[in-house]
């Protein structure tokens, strides 16, 4: 089985920084793309930015410039460091893992529990 977690989320003001950090865990073949999602109270769930495991990367328009997404394949974890912080970034985030088991040729996808980033004004 596989086991994605998040950590790193927390509350901070307008302007600041923090640094999500997301392990996968089990019977893992291979991890295709690793990214975040985050749903804020109220909406649907968003991506925010993904990775491949070749090191290419795609963000939301609402974060390209400001987030910078990144991996350690040797740990199967993906990163997520959020500069200059925004209201709006409020939100669980979530991570994402495009994956094969040991027992099976398909991609699939697991998630994380998430973890709460509050952004103060």
């Known amino acids: 089985q596989v086991q994605l977690v998040e950590s790193g989320g927390g509350l901070v003001q307008a302007g600041g920084s923090l640094r999500l950090s997301c392990a996968a865990s089990?019977?893992?073949?291979?991890?295709?793309?690793m990214g975040w999602y985050r749903q804020a109270p109220g909406k649907q769930r968003e991506l925010v930015a993904t990775?491949?495991?070749?090191?290419?990367?795609n963000y939301a328009d609402s974060v390209k410039g400001r987030f910078t997404i990144s991996r350690d394949n040797a740990k199967n974890t993906v990163y997520l460091q959020m500069n200059s912080l925004k209201p709006e970034d409020t939100a669980v985030y979530y991570c994402?893992?495009?994956?094969?088991?040991?027992?099976?040729?398909?991609?699939?996808?697991?998630w994380g529990q998430g973890t709460q980033v509050t952004v103060s004004s």
């Open positions: 994402n893992a495009a994956l094969r088991l040991y027992y099976s040729p398909n991609v699939r996808d697991s």
């Open positions: 089990g019977s893992i073949f291979s991890i295709n793309a």
């Open positions: 990775i491949t495991s070749e090191g290419s990367t």
